[in-house]
């Protein structure tokens, strides 16, 4: 292989320690004999960026995470129409143009990885959605659940608008949204034995209970609500399709 048409992939963030995606990607590349690599870029500052980008000539695309995602946006040429919405990016898709003239786009893989993955699960009867939690992620589901034509909630500890607080989950709330979404740290390894507070009595099998944590596989947000037998599904497919659709955005 040709070292000079190798194409450079990468993340930028800090820290980088437990990213998934250098070794998904370079696994991919290795198994599918694409003449690529990924690499992490931990970057002390974001006005870094533009050094990477000088440094490697071949740099085709990078994935955002903690705590560039709304800082790299003053950098960016356009910006897909999900992301503007969400005001977060977490892929960077590079153009190149005559000579040396670059163009960066920014887009938000959460936002279409998790419609993805919810989507099997959904029925009729699935018109609202409460979303626990105000963070960068919750923004992204946000917008995934509006994509999905569902109409979302969220829920935090103080009020706000469209936003209740978690003593407003009564029985009138609870069964006219049958989604229920944490986007919290709560419940993460390695406190397994925590979970968000939400009244799991009020929970019914028309209900679907979706945890963005994926460690531990099952936590306990998911195994109070299936023991009122709601439909349940944790944030791995969701972290494998957010690498999916970087490589489509990159590619397309």
Known sequence: MNDNKKRIFGIIGKPLTHSFSPVYFNQKFESENINAEYLKFELPDIG??????????????????IPYKEQVIPYLDD???????????????ITRGKGKDLKFKGYNSDCPAFANSLRPLLTPDCKKALILGTGGAAKAIHQGLINLGIEPTYVSRTAGENRITYNDLNEEVMSTHSIIVNCTPVGMYPHEDQCPTIPYELLTPNHICYDLIYNPDTTLFMKKAEAHRATVKNGLEMLLLQAFESWRIWNS
Do not use: F, P, R, W
């Open 79 to 93: 910006i897909d129409d999900d992301a503007k919405k969400i005001g977060a990016v977490n892929v960077i898709k």
């Open 48 to 65: 870094d960026l533009m050094e990477v980008v000088s440094e490697y000539s071949n740099l085709s695309g990078l994935n955002v995470t």
